[in-house]
Nanobody, 121 residues
Framework: QVQLVESGGGLVQAGGSLRLSCVFSGVVFSNYVWGWFRQAPGKEREFLAAISWRGDRSDYADAVKGRFTISRDTFKNLVFLQMTNLKPEDTAAYYC??????????????WGQGTQVTVSS
């Protein structure tokens, strides 16, 4: 059974930082590209970042480039999203996901349940 479980969300003031983690099981890490998305109420799910299992390729949405960093720990089956200089518009539910290739569309094969990030002004 495939499971992706996010953690690390919470309430933070504008300008602050958070690191989200995603632990996964039931899939072979090297078969997938790993990504992060977010979804605010009333909005579509939005691509944030993706990383290859080797870590030699990554992709970022313009909205978060330079503020968010995606990384992974292949030994611990973890994918991270380090978020800095957070803004109120970053408030959303954040999801990790796995896909067989790079994509900015929310058409990934597996999804976590999400973790809420709230940024106060």
């Amino acid at each position: 059974q495939v499971q992706l479980v996010e953690s690390g969300g919470g309430l933070v003031q504008a300008g602050g930082s958070l690191r989200l983690s995603c632990v996964f099981s039931g899939v072979v890490f090297s078969n997938y590209v790993w990504g992060w998305f977010r979804q605010a109420p009333g909005k579509e799910r939005e691509f944030l970042a993706a990383i290859s299992w080797r870590g030699d390729r990554s992709d970022y949405a313009d909205a978060v480039k330079g503020r968010f960093t995606i990384s992974r720990d292949t030994f611990k089956n973890l994918v991270f999203l380090q978020m800095t200089n957070l803004k109120p518009e970053d408030t959303a539910a954040y999801y990790c996901a796995a896909h067989t290739g790079f994509s900015r569309k929310p058409d990934y094969d597996y999804w976590g349940q999400g973790t809420q990030v709230t940024v106060s002004s």
